[in-house]
């Protein structure tokens, strides 16, 4: 009788050794495996080398072979007629499409007038009206007067600085108590 921590039942999978036996056996068949298929390869490899070796040999000998020795290639074709003459030299290019635009004179009279006469004062423009504490901060917007092009004078424009409000959406409302 055999003394085992099973009784007289043996492992699950059989002895230690059965089972150390088969891993290793396992490995020595994935490895012939791959080797059987290496071989496989090389073997159709070789197959094709010699099917196209074959097609060659048949090119060159037998009976209406392409290349047999009495082969001659074939005759040259009739002599085509000269080719006509190349064109002449191409024309010159044409001018660029950007042309220099220079202003009209203008007369010594009209020029020295614009010389001599005083810029216009500038005008001042009026300051928008200040902000009127009781409405709510949406409702104190008003347009820039400064900013709208019908009331533009010129190109010189005063340039109002508008008053520093505090908050980034008009004043500031007090914490709840």
Same mark, same amino acid.
């Given at each position: ?21 088969s891993?290793?056996?396992a490995?020595?068949v994935?490895?012939?495996?791959a ?9 159709r ?12 040999k048949?090119?060159h000998?037998?009976?209406g072979?392409m290349y ?9 074709? =009739?002599?085509a007629?000269?080719?006509?003459? *190349? ?5 010159? *290019?044409?001018p ?7 202003p009209? =004179?203008?007369?010594r ?7 001599t006469?005083?810029p216009?004062? =500038? ?9 009127a =504490? ?10 820039? *007067?400064?900013?709208?092009p ?5 190109p010189t424009v ?5 008053p ?8 500031r409302?007090? *914490?709840?108590?």
């Amino acid at each position: 009788m055999m003394n085992s921590p099973f009784g007289n039942k043996s492992p699950p999978g059989g002895p230690k050794y059965i089972i150390d036996f088969s891993k290793a056996l396992a490995n020595e068949v994935k490895i012939l495996l791959a080797e059987v298929g290496k071989l496989r390869d090389e073997k159709r490899a070789l197959e094709f080398e010699i099917s196209e070796l074959m097609a060659i040999k048949a090119k060159h000998s037998g009976p209406g072979a392409m290349y047999a020795s009495g082969w001659m290639p074939p005759p040259p074709a =009739p002599e085509a007629p000269p080719a006509p003459e *190349p064109p002449a030299a191409p024309p010159a *290019p044409a001018p660029g499409g950007w042309r220099t635009v220079h202003p009209a =004179p203008v007369p010594r009279r009209k020029l020295m007038k614009a010389v001599t006469a005083p810029p216009p004062p =500038p005008l001042a423009a009026p300051a928008p009206p200040p902000p009127a =504490p009781d409405l709510p901060a949406w409702a104190q917007w008003r347009p820039n *007067p400064l900013l709208n092009p019908g009331t533009a004078a010129g190109p010189t424009v005063a340039v109002v600085v508008p008053p520093v409000r505090t908050g980034l959406f008009g004043m500031r409302t007090p *914490p709840p108590k």
